[in-house]
């Protein structure tokens, strides 16, 4: 059965205890998401067993680094990982479950995806204070991005991954500027939207959407 567990203070007892745990453990797969605030596009996750033989230096929460460092470091996890697989949940499925299981859906099919490949975990570590679905022992760590070499990788992962979307998606709709703030809600962002609408890849059940599209339906 799945064990959870919350970090919630640290304190030398906790930080013992996880050092226990990892010191047994071969495979630990470090999860992380980016995606949950922004208006627009899918939701990304990522699963990463880093290589113990081939180390990264500057690995960190993906949120501290620039862009820049989190493309070199992309590409060096991919290089020198055990194993690692990046997952989406889709507009479509954000509206339809919420932005937090749409997240966890995301999670869970990174670490299918990782397991698929061959590389089995024996104990996931997860970004937050939630912990997805999965069939190997799990545990949430609050600020785990920050603490967990791992859930720093796949949060790199995780994040270059979907900053690339929105880039690509930027070429579609540039009036939007999703290649500055990804589809986050910037001042930019909310002129933009309520001067064009919505495009099919906003998400429809987050507010500032919802009554432009409302707005939008109103006859003349």
Known sequence: MARTKADTTPSPQLGLELTQTVAVVQRLC???EAGRGPLAGPVYAAAVVLNPDRQIRGLADSKILTADKREVLFERICERALGWHIASAS???IDSLNILHASMLAMQR???GLAASGVIPDLVQVDGNRCPQVPYPVEAIV?????IRAISAASILAKVARDRELHA???EYPQYGFD???GYPTPQHLAALEQFGATPHHRRSFAPVRVVLERDALPF
Not at 143 to 147: I, T, V
């Open 91 to 93: 507009v479509a499925e």
């Open 180 to 182: 500055k703030h990804v």
């Open 143 to 147: 600020k785990g991005d920050a603490k």
């Open 169 to 171: 998606l930027h070429g």
């Open 110 to 112: 990174a670490v299918a």
């Open 30 to 32: 470090g999860v992380d």
